[in-house]
């Protein structure tokens, strides 16, 4: 256990008191329309007290069994989850994702010739699947050239 | 009863209507395999195709894929922790440890085999019930499905955490995050920020695929290993996979609690199918020896929310045959197609058309379980995907994940909060906070405050003193409390 622990309920608690004090003063809604929500925030902002209090006083203790088993997440992978919207903002939906998967695969190892069917992969599902068989409105130009997401 | 048995099995033993059915299944399965892309879905897709059948032609069509489709959902759970519809999110519990020891093949039989057997309950309740059932569906009201409902996420939050405490917080905040858009009394847009987009609230799909998926595919993007881990990988073999099917028969009594379960809380009208799996899970774990080990790859893990699953199908089918009212989002839309057809559900249905009810009972009866032997088949060859570099299989899922789940919703703004929603996944993963309890309260969230204001305004406070509401409150906090026996009666010795 450590004092990071309580960050996670600190957050959740003060993300939802500021969104019930902003219902409440800001946007001024009636009992009416605030009051389920306000009772639910309440309960979660209470529960987070307790979970912050009860995260304090177990500092020092041994870790349980699955903190041991959660893995550190690194940001390179991070970044490259989030560098598929680019692509896709770029290329679209049937190119983007495609484009995508040549460029990651080849930065990871793979050779051009795997890498290449994989993308071409990729667009025969979108374009030949979602597009033509279950008529899904993917858009196939990029996203910066629509008028509206 | 038994007329209207036989007259079913004629119609539905016609070869245009096998025909059709056959024809839908691998639909239905390669549907359930695209994350994000659920049941209600494959019934918006194919309702187009059956212009122009004849109304069982074109139900069994519908129907038929629609049973497909959680099979293929609890291949995709069990093998990348990827839920392909939302009530599959309790099979990756259980279901993915299982794949990441190496006994995917194992945890595949056992779905497969709950699965088929649990549709195949359900369909026989709702061959027999569909005459009787029209008083008991009635007496169940807005309080009692506010209970209801309630009592589903405090059975998750409480049971499936290793906190019950951090378990409650993460249902109640899922309650809390569902509340925002329109209010259902009346109609004031909540929290909406000035974004359109947040008018209708945060949506199921981002949420699902954020929440589950995305942790799993950062996982495999960090490490570049496979699902499963070289060390525990067993040989692949069918023998695996009929083991697995197998172990159902040594879990009868999880089996038939998981698809009792499921069958009745399909028939509630306005509960949500959802909700079926995650309960199911619960009571398994609850009544097992050492529910500690759930959540570490029990393969009672993967039985239980899948029998209830499919069983919570034919149960489904009940109130929207009986009453012409739908007990899910999905079978809202099949009522659709039955109006299409120039078919209008309801009692009066049943008079007229008895034998057209019990067939499409023993349509979904007869899709569950060859869908399962269908998957039974594949499941050798789609094993060998938990041997797939993470490397190269990481990158793979995220597109799919991405273009499902814009497929889902056609908004680029459901794309960004699946990286929102991962985010908040993976800290709640680290920290073990329940995310099922979560996940079910933002599924159940608008109904319970539905079903609140009606309440409220039909009967008042005191709806909370009507009998069925009490025996709901009181059977939740038998099988809340039950963990905890030995302290409870310590504590009231003491008083």
Request: include cysteine.
């Amino acid at each position: 256990m450590n004092r990071a622990e309580a960050v996670f309920p600190a957050l959740i608690f003060a993300a939802v008191a500021a969104l019930l004090l902003a219902g409440v003063f800001a946007f001024h809604y009636s009992w009416t329309v605030i009051a389920f929500p306000f009772v639910a925030g309440v309960v979660v902002c209470l529960l987070c007290l307790l979970d912050i209090f009860l995260t304090l006083g177990r500092l020092g203790a041994r870790p349980g069994a699955t903190d041991a088993a959660a893995q550190a997440l690194s940001l390179a992978s991070l970044a490259w989850a989030l560098s598929l919207a680019p692509f896709v903002y770029a290329l679209g939906f049937v190119f983007g994702p495609a484009a995508f998967l040549f460029v990651y695969l080849r930065a990871h190892g793979s050779s051009w010739r795997f890498s290449g069917i994989v993308a071409v992969a990729s667009v025969l599902v979108t374009y030949g699947f979602f597009i033509k068989v279950l008529h899904i409105l993917l858009p196939v130009q990029p996203l910066w050239l629509l008028a509206s997401w | 009863m038994l007329d209207a048995l036989v007259s079913a099995g004629g119609l539905v033993f016609q070869p245009v209507v096998l025909f059709n059915m056959m024809l839908a299944l691998p639909i239905g399965i390669v549907i359930g395999l695209l994350p994000g892309l659920s049941g209600i879905t494959a019934i918006a897709f194919l309702i187009p195709f059956t212009f122009g059948m004849e109304p069982l032609v074109g139900l069994a069509f519908l129907l038929a894929a629609y049973a497909a489709v959680s099979q293929g959902g609890s291949i995709t759970a069990i093998l990348l922790g990827v839920p392909g519809e939302v009530p599959n999110a309790a099979t990756v519990i259980d279901g993915y440890q299982l794949a990441k020891q190496g006994r995917a093949g194992y945890a595949i039989g056992a779905a497969l085999m709950a699965s088929a057997l649990g549709g195949l309950f359900g369909c026989v309740v709702l061959a027999f019930l569909l005459p009787v059932m029209q008083p008991v569906i009635l007496s169940f009201a807005s309080p009692e499905n506010f209970f209801l409902s309630l009592a589903g996420v405090a059975f998750i939050a409480m049971l499936g955490a290793a906190s019950p405490v951090r378990g409650l917080i993460a249902g109640m905040l899922g309650i809390f995050m569902s509340l925002f858009g329109y209010d259902p009394v009346e109609g004031v847009p909540r929290f909406w920020m000035g974004s359109d987009y947040m008018l209708d609230g945060f949506r199921l799909v981002p949420l699902a695929m954020g929440m589950f998926a995305l942790p799993e595919i950062l996982q495999l993007m960090t490490s570049g290993k496979s699902i499963a881990q070289p060390g525990k990988l067993e040989a692949i073999s069918s023998r695996q996979v009929v083991e697995g099917g197998l172990a159902v028969f040594k879990h009868l009594g999880i089996f038939f609690r998981s698809s009792v379960l499921g069958t009745l809380i399909g028939i509630m009208p306005g509960v949500g199918g959802a909700t079926a799996p995650f309960v199911a899970y619960a009571a398994a774990r609850q009544t097992a020896k050492n529910p500690e080990t759930f959540g570490q790859g029990r393969v009672e893990g993967v039985i239980a929310p899948e029998a209830s699953s499919n069983a919570k199908e034919g149960g489904a089918l009940v109130p929207t045959l009986a009453l012409g009212i739908p007990g899910s989002s999905s079978m809202a839309l099949l009522l659709g197609a039955f109006l299409i057809f120039g078919l209008q559900p309801g009692p009066e249905f049943l008079k007229k058309h008895m034998d057209i009810a019990i067939a499409l009972a023993w349509i979904v009866a007869i899709a569950n379980v060859a869908s399962s032997a269908l998957m039974f088949l594949l499941a050798r060859a789609l094993i060998y995907v938990t041997r797939v570099p993470g490397h190269i299989l990481a990158p793979i899922l995220l597109a799919i994940v991405v273009i499902g789940t814009y497929s889902a919703g056609n908004s680029v703004i459901d794309v960004l909060f699946v990286f929102i929603f991962g985010t908040l996944g993976v800290v709640m993963e680290r920290f073990q906070y329940n995310r099922p309890a979560l996940l079910l309260g933002f599924v159940l969230g608008e109904t319970i405050e539905r079903n609140f204001h009606v309440s409220m305004a039909a009967y008042g406070p005191s709806f909370v003193l009507r009998p069925i509401s009490i025996g709901i409150i009181a059977v939740a906090l038998v099988f809340l409390l039950w963990p905890q026996r030995r302290r409870v009666a310590l504590l009231w010795r003491r008083a």
